[in-house]
């Protein structure tokens, strides 16, 4: 079967960013993987694109691991080993993973969780119509899909694994302030005081006492009617209605600016080659 993640040789002209977890680690199989993938005249173009690899047997990374043949092997966030779902909420199934990374006190930089990026599959249909005609080579690289993707009702799911041990929730909501807080500012064209209300309503949901050890899941969801909804371990800690921070949310992970570039890239690609293939 083909892939079912759009990363698969035919549909993915390129080639993942290979890194393997334990023993497997060998460079010779990478090397081996990179020079089948050129002697069959792929382009090599894309290869930073795609930094998630899959925990499985990499025996077979040759091909299995290109092509997603074993529905059982699960994607991994290569920087940090973190092993995501490929399918989260019945039918979003993952665009792209990454890592958020963070400065303490401006010295030393820690990775703080790593997030995979989930879409509808039928919701994502909506942009055919406007791009069915674009080449993927086009879409990979057109703000404009990204600036869509944002902005339409398409249901997405961005799943964050925790990594880091010391999380205060003082801290979360200080960088949330400061990352959602700019972006809200940004794209609304409202006062501050505004924005601010929106920011005190999602920080609200978080009580002082909750803790987020390591392996701590949130998953933030935009769904139908763009409605925020939020889930720690998965309870539910909250719904708000918002489509200017829904937007302010996805635009961490997928905007201009955002919080890890070659994620972003992966998921661009991936998002296009899935509209090339639908
Ligand atoms: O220990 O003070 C410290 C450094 C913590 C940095 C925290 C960055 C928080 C990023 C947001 C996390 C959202 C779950
Ligand atoms: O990485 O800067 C960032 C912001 C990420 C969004 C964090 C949302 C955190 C919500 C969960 C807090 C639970 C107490």
């Not at 091909?63 to 979003?92: I, Y």
């Not at 993952?94 to 989930?118: E, M, P, T």
């Not at 935009?222 to 371990?233: A, H, M, Q, S």
């Amino acid at each position: 079967m083909a892939s079912s993640l759009g990363l698969g040789f035919p549909e993915f002209p390129g080639l993942p960013n290979f890194s393997f977890r334990g023993s497997s680690s060998s460079p010779l199989l990478a090397t081996a993987a990179l020079a089948a993938a050129s002697a069959l005249g792929l382009s090599l173009a894309f290869s930073s694109f795609t930094h998630f690899v899959h925990q499985d047997n990499v025996s077979h990374i040759g091909w299995a691991s290109l092509s997603l043949a074993n529905a059982s092997c699960s994607p991994v966030e290569r920087k940090t080993g973190e092993v995501f779902p490929e399918e989260v909420d019945g039918g979003r199934r993952l665009l792209g993973v990454g890592v958020r990374r963070a400065n303490v006190l401006g010295l030393k930089s820690i990775d703080v969780y790593a997030f995979g990026v989930y879409a509808d599959d039928c919701d994502t249909k909506k942009l055919n119509e406007k791009y069915g005609a674009t080449s993927l080579s086009e879409l990979k690289d057109k703000k404009e899909l990204i600036a869509d993707a944002l902005e339409s009702d398409i249901r997405m799911t961005v799943r964050l694994q925790i990594v880091y041990g010391r999380l205060s929730i003082r801290s979360v909501r200080n960088a949330f302030a400061k990352s959602v807080g700019t972006r809200l500012q940004k794209f609304s064209a409202s006062e501050p005081s505004d924005t601010d209300q929106l920011l005190q309503k999602f920080v609200s949901l978080f009580k002082d006492e909750q803790k987020l050890p390591k392996g701590s899941v949130i998953e933030l969801s935009r769904e139908e009617g763009y409605v925020l909804r939020t889930r720690i371990d998965g309870s539910e800690v909250g719904q708000i209605q918002s489509k200017l921070l829904c937007k302010s949310i996805l635009d961490l992970y997928l905007g201009e600016d955002p919080l890890d570039k070659s994620a972003k890239e992966e998921i661009q690609l991936n998002l296009a080659s899935r509209l090339k293939t639908a």
